[in-house]
């Protein structure tokens, strides 16, 4: 028969390993990786422009983007267009093969107040990828953050 293991912590080792047990789990979770408009597109393939292996590997995970906040269609809309270049009007386009390479749908977790179109801002949400058209509006995108959240920068 084995005897019970037992260790004896002092209470200064006990306030100690309470105290690092929040560090230790702020150092286990990830940060959000950052995405630039340069990194989106790969290669032009038989189709035309393909996804980089940066976005294919950051599909579904957090991410930041920086850009400008193209002038939303009407005040109480809970996405918006992230732009390379501050834009005086939408570029939302009609189908995917019009699509922009340096464009990027956002949709807000929250409602926000929208920022002058010349503004920098800071957007992290989570990325998606890949023909989807938004069943409320219509609208087509190849590039989205869902679950988004901005700051100006």
């Not at 189908?95 to 801002?121: E, M, R």
């Given at each position: 028969m084995?005897?019970?293991?037992?260790?004896?912590l002092?209470?200064?080792?006990?306030?100690?390993?309470?105290?690092?047990a929040?560090?230790?789990a702020?150092?286990?979770?990830?940060a959000a990786?950052?995405l630039?408009f340069?990194?989106?597109?790969?290669?032009?393939?038989v189709?035309?422009?393909?996804f980089?292996?940066?976005?294919?590997?950051?599909?579904?995970?957090?991410?930041?983007?920086?850009?400008?906040?193209?002038?939303?269609?009407?005040?109480?809309?809970?996405?918006f267009?992230?732009?390379e270049?501050?834009?005086?009007?939408?570029?939302?386009?009609?189908?995917?093969?019009?699509?922009?390479?340096?464009?990027v749908?956002v949709?807000?977790?929250?409602?926000?107040?929208?920022?002058?179109?010349?503004q920098?801002i800071?957007v992290?949400?989570?990325?998606?990828?890949?023909?989807?058209t938004?069943?409320?509006?219509?609208?087509?995108?190849l590039?989205?953050?869902?679950?988004?959240?901005?700051?100006?920068?």
């Amino acid at each position: 028969m084995t005897k019970p293991l037992s260790v004896t912590l002092s209470r200064r080792s006990m306030l100690g390993l309470i105290a690092a047990a929040p560090l230790a789990a702020a150092g286990s979770a990830r940060a959000a990786d950052t995405l630039g408009f340069d990194e989106l597109y790969g290669k032009f393939g038989v189709l035309g422009l393909e996804f980089s292996d940066k976005v294919k590997k950051l599909s579904g995970r957090p991410v930041t983007m920086r850009g400008f906040m193209a002038p939303p269609l009407k005040a109480e809309a809970k996405f918006f267009v992230l732009t390379e270049i501050p834009m005086s009007i939408c570029p939302f386009c009609s189908s995917d093969a019009d699509w922009p390479d340096n464009i990027v749908v956002v949709y807000l977790s929250d409602k926000q107040t929208f920022t002058q179109p010349g503004q920098t801002i800071e957007v992290d949400g989570k990325l998606e990828f890949g023909s989807w058209t938004d069943p409320e509006t219509g609208f087509v995108s190849l590039l989205r953050l869902r679950q988004a959240e901005y700051q100006t920068a």
